[in-house]
């Protein structure tokens, strides 16, 4: 006994190794509830038949071979697009702010930020309709100074529908980069401006490259959320605006088609996972940029 | 014994497990599972329904298990052998869709007391109708000053802008789809017309719902003033304080059954039975179509009373006149093009 507790404190375990024991009760959770359903998922999208039993690649051709389910993909993929990038242009400023404020100020920053996230998206998405609604906040603001006659149609519209899912998502845009700004020594813009450059110079060619990685997590975690908001894109897009969340609750719910819904997810599957190894790609090459000045 | 950690493990899994999987403990005997609607169903089936069954049947142990129908069928799909539900509650396509894939048995119609009771086109062998949801026309009355009369009436240039309708996602959108066709010579077979009329109302459509339910909000937020809708969720706006009336169309207010069933290979088929029996009682059905429930009862010895006989008729003579039925059949048959074709050309 007394030679193996001696062993153990002379010989300590690698400290770079590590116990994949640990990682055990999580990844068999992933596997049961996650993995196989997927595998269940890819196999019933492998049918030709709504009945599932005649096998083939039927759905994926019907997919990508019809114009119009191509763009109900290209539309959802465009919207995260314009969802991220409105994210990411008001999102800035306000953690470029928080790192700039005192600690009070900081403090309600961070409450600001995180309010929405205390909130259903059910609730956020409702407000959005009362602001927008034809006898909402804007159009009533707008009439009473005399600036429309009619009220302007907004909810059920592509930019009512980005400016709900921009302010639903921010705070997952607004955290990653109030951390990646906050890992910035504030030493390097003093630098920068002491050695000549105009603070646009200064933001542009230290500030922004540094905060690459921020803006990367920002961006993944924005876009996946908005493309993914069935919800909102249902409530303040309305029936008409056909995004992919729609078309796989379309048919598989009210059609029962599972193999065609199944493939519609796969093929959304990849093509976000796509869209997500393009930014990691981009992240990979901005760090390499803010390394190399 | 000692209480070593091992074995304070051992126990605290099993107890977990007991905990999450409660068939490990309950051997066989489980309470009769009745799958209703959420919502206003849910409601007016556990204050109304559920009393009824326990005291006609000592106190029989009963759970509601409130989901779509969607994954009722879903449910009782993925173990068909021994169903976790029951009795399932259907619209008239997802009815359709259990019938076709076995999953319900025919109702014991011989051994019914109310059966023949009900209105003919209530008494369906695999599941009888015990309430019916009536689409009609949904008007704000303090914009809409003459109360709509005819669905034509969605079209007059009056109401610009103001029109709401339902995408094909629904019962009511598809419904309503198929009765504009009708009202033009079409049928459950060819909407054609129904879709030429569609292309006619874009520039008065305001807004197409993506679900009944947002509809409503429509209402509320003035975005609308004026479209098809559920009678039973025009009155809970009502009740509400939303400014808003239905009105029965001249072409008839369309009426889906909602049909109720016992499901196939349930450990409680007797007691199911029992539970559909108190369904379709003339006390359960009269309670429920007062307010504020305002469910259409399918009895005929239910006397109509109330908001129901003001609205939509004072007896079963005049409810079959004024009410529309329509060829589920038929219409399941095409509904998958006919989403398609909303899809693709139905923007505003």
Known sequence: MKSATTARITAPGDVTSFNLGLALPLGVAFAIFFVLPLAQLLYLSLHNDTAATVWGLGQYIKFLTDPFSLAVLGSTLLLGAEVTLACLVLGYPIAWLYQRSGSRLQTLIIMIVLLPLLTSVVVRTFAWIVILGRQGIINSVLQSLGLIGTPLRMIYTQGGLVAALAQVQMPLMVLPLITAIGRIDPNLSDASASLGAGSWRTFFKVMLPLSMPGIIAGCTLTYAAAITAFITQSLVGGGQMLFMPMYLYQQASTLQNWPFAAAISIIFLFAVLAIVALFSTLGRRARGYGDAR | ?????????????????????????????????????????????????????????????????????????????????????????????????????????????????????????????????????????????????????????????????????????????????????????????????????????????????????????????????????????????????????????????????????????????????????????????????????????????????????????????????KFVFQDWKKINEQRASWIEKFNRDIKI
Do not use: C
């Open chain 2, 1 to 321: 014994m000692m209480l070593d950690r091992r074995r304070l493990l051992t126990s605290a899994l099993t107890l977990g497990a007991m905990h999450a999987f409660p068939g490990l403990s309950l051997a066989q005997a489980r309470p009769l599972v009745f799958a209703t609607f959420t919502g206003s169903w849910e409601e007016a089936h556990k204050a109304v329904l559920v009393p009824a069954f326990r005291k006609a049947n000592g106190d029989a142990p009963i759970v509601l298990d409130p989901m779509l129908s969607v994954d009722q069928i879903a449910k009782v799909n993925a173990a068909k052998a021994s169903p976790p539900i029951d009795v399932m509650l259907h619209d008239p396509g997802p009815a359709l869709v259990a019938i076709g894939q076995d999953l319900v048995e025919p109702y014991p119609a011989d051994k019914s007391t109310h059966f023949k009771d009900l209105i003919p086109e209530a008494q369906d062998a695999m599941g009888p109708a015990p309430f019916f949801q009536v689409v009609g026309l949904t008007y704000n009355p303090e914009t809409v000053k003459t109360p709509p009369t005819s669905w034509a009436d969605l079209w007059k240039p009056e109401f610009k802008g103001k029109v709401g309708i339902t995408n094909l996602n629904s019962t009511l959108g598809t419904g309503w789809l198929v009765e504009i066709a009708r009202m033009r010579g079409g049928s459950e077979a060819n909407v054609d017309e129904g879709f030429k009329a569609l292309e006619e109302l874009k520039p008065n459509l305001a807004a197409v719902a993506a679900n009944p339910g947002a509809l409503a909000t429509l209402f509320q937020q003035g975005q609308i003033d004026i479209s098809p809708g559920n009678f039973n969720a025009i009155q809970i706006l009502k009740a509400r304080g939303v400014p808003v009336e239905f009105v029965a169309p001249k072409e008839g207010a369309i009426a889906f059954k909602t049909t109720i069933h016992v499901v196939k290979n349930s450990p409680n088929k007797e007691l199911a039975f029992k539970l559909i029996e108190a369904a379709l009682s003339p006390e359960v059905q009269t309670t429920l179509m007062n307010s504020p429930y305002l469910i259409v009862p399918t009895n005929t010895k239910v006397a109509m009373s109330g908001e129901i006989a003001k609205v939509l008729a004072k007896d079963t003579a005049e409810l079959k006149k």
